[in-house]
T-cell receptor
């Protein structure tokens, strides 16, 4: 158990819909990262938050947005969903810059 | 921005042999390089990491070496075991402000350890 909690574990929805993925970081970790992993693909960095503020942005689509709340949990919002958005979405957290990231178990999103 | 290449994409070794996976990065300001192991359907797990001010780090059967001049770093696994079979990802943290960190991952290496 990494200490990073992601909900839900699985999500099935249709094209055009909107979903929210939730992440609770490890106790004490201020940084939260979101990644997308498509089938048999690598990890694509989406966005990072530190203590409530956006700090780094990767290949995140405009249809996607995220935020980190005062209690440090984070949500990733995906809207106008397309078939190609089907993937495993991971959240990771770390205390700071040279500390390793610990990943949650991911949310598997399936678009029908 | 940072670009990370990883080779080979697949690697098969006999149990007990060594395995080496190599990564190169493009941004000379990158300063932290973790390696992750991902088993099928599971989350990536950190196995070892190295900072840019260190040339080598070892943890039991696993070691990582970093050559900042050449901008490459390598993962070495000795005495491989079947449970080492997984996909391994290298990553590089782009240089930036203290808490803004874009991590770029390599495409992964699928390691198979044959009994």
């Amino acid at each position: 158990d990494s200490g990073v909690t992601q909900t839900p574990k699985h999500l099935i929805t249709a094209t055009g819909q909107r979903v929210t993925l939730r992440c609770s970081p490890r106790s004490g970790d201020l940084s939260v990262y979101w990644y997308q992993q498509s089938l048999d693909q690598g990890l694509q960095f989406l966005i990072q938050y530190y203590n409530g503020e956006e700090r780094a942005k990767g290949n995140i689509l405009e249809r996607f947005s995220a935020q980190q709340f005062p209690d440090l949990h984070s949500e990733l919002n995906l809207s106008s969903l397309e078939l190609g958005d089907s993937a495993l979405y991971f959240c990771a957290s770390s205390p700071g810059q040279y500390q390793p990231q610990h990943f949650g178990d991911g949310t598997r999103l399936s678009i029908l | 921005g940072e670009n990370v290449e990883q080779h080979p994409s697949t690697l098969s070794v006999q149990e007990g042999d060594s395995a080496v996976i190599k990564c190169t990065y493009s941004d000379s300001a990158s300063n932290y390089f973790p390696w992750y192991k991902q088993e099928l359907g599971k989350r990536p797990q950190l196995i070892i990491d190295i900072r840019s001010n260190v040339g080598e780090k070892k943890d039991q059967r696993i070691a990582v070496t970093l050559n900042k001049t050449a901008k490459h770093f390598s993962l070495h696994i000795t005495e491989t075991q079947p449970e080492d079979s997984a996909v391994y990802f290298c990553a590089a943290r782009e240089g930036g402000n203290n808490y803004g960190q874009n991590f770029v991952f390599g495409p992964g290496t699928r390691l198979s350890v044959l009994p």
